[in-house]
């Protein structure tokens, strides 16, 4: 068996930006690591960690920038809690052949729930129906013609992007609502399962409602606009608990206005948290429901999410290769 690097006490040490939640993954960690703790979640905090460790166990939305990877002499992983790695400077953790692992397709049911639950309270236009009864303005006579939308059943949902997140929604609506699921993923090859189309303006036309799941890259930033928004028609439904910056915020502000837009649910912001003025912006659109970056959170994702990092770097400390890293030229050292 593969021993465990050892620092001058005969132990590595690994740097945490927050304290683990769980007992199970803090005892894990500690049975083969000294742990130390970032005074503050702050750029600074975990400045004064990095120094150091041989591994960090990160979670957003703390930035950890090309000046902390270039700061650890022994560093050898980075392992990010979470699916998103947008907040890791993952190009200078490369150069030095650092690994970056993520939790991508650890606990993928979180978001497919959250997803669920807003294709059928947007749909159904269950939070509107609530307001306008408690704020008088629903003519309790001529609701059902106000509130009358088609089922879900036979409806199309489009999913950009297929990765597990992606799949476990489709699971879930085909299982629970027996809806349609088409695709769009230009790194996925077609075969049986999920029909994937050749583009997203397909991808749209055919949809009902569209559900995005992409990390933010250079090539997915703004991905989905207004042209693509405007497709999805007065009743379609976009929710968005991948990155902010994908969509167009303001399209589909405008469009959500006008009606050309069904409905939206939207769970992650490109700054986070959002600026007060974009809340009041939210605040005065109809049909609009945001949430705070919290769709994959639920006590057995965060559960499996914390031991995977602390697996991830085991695996690492003791010289074997990473299972989710997501820059793969860069391999334990």
């Known amino acids: 068996m593969t021993q465990l690097s050892a620092g001058a006490n005969g132990r590595p040490t690994v740097g945490l930006v927050y304290p683990l939640q769980f007992k ?43 000046v902390h990877i270039e700061s650890a002499p022994a560093l050898r992983l980075i392992a990010v809690t979470g699916s998103g790695t947008d907040h890791i400077d993952v190009n200078a953790a490369s150069r030095r052949g ?29 939070l509107s129906a ?13 609701r059902a013609n106000q509130f009358c939308p088609p089922g879900l059943g036979g409806a199309t949902l489009g999913l950009v992007g297929l990765g597990s997140i992606a799949q476990a929604v489709a699971d879930k609506v085909v299982a629970a609502l027996g809806m349609n699921v088409l695709a769009y993923d230009p790194y996925v090859e077609p075969g049986p399962g999920i029909p994937l189309v050749s583009d997203l303006t397909e991808l749209f036309d055919r949809s009902d409602a569209v559900s995005v799941h992409v990390p933010l890259a250079p090539e997915t930033r703004g991905l989905i606009g207004r042209e693509l928004l405007r497709r999805l028609g007065p009743s379609g439904i976009l929710v968005n608990a991948s990155r902010g910056g994908v969509v167009d915020v303001d399209a ?30 939210f605040r005065n659109t109809p049909n609009l429901v945001v949430t705070p970056h919290l769709a994959g959170i639920t006590v057995q994702v965060r559960r499996a999410l914390e031991l995977n990092s602390v697996d991830q770097v085991r695996r690492v400390l003791a010289g074997d290769a990473p299972t989710t890293a997501v820059n793969g030229q860069a391999r334990s050292r």
């Open 252 to 281: 589909m502000i405008e469009l959500l206005r006008s009606g050309e837009l069904g409905g939206a649910w939207v769970d992650v912001f490109d700054r986070e948290p959002p600026a007060p003025e974009q809340l009041v912006e």
């Open 24 to 66: 199970e993954a803090a005892a894990a960690l500690h049975s083969f690591a000294d742990v130390e703790v970032a005074a503050e979640p702050t750029p600074a905090g975990v400045a004064a960690l990095m120094p150091g460790v041989e591994a960090l166990i990160a979670r957003g939305p703390t930035k950890i920038a090309a």
């Open 98 to 126: 650092i690994p970056v692992t993520n939790g991508a397709g650890v606990a993928p049911y979180g978001v497919a729930e959250y997803v669920l639950g807003a294709l059928i309270v947007g749909h159904r236009r269950l």
């Open 130 to 142: 609530h307001e306008h009864l408690l704020d008088g303005s629903l003519d309790w006579r001529d």
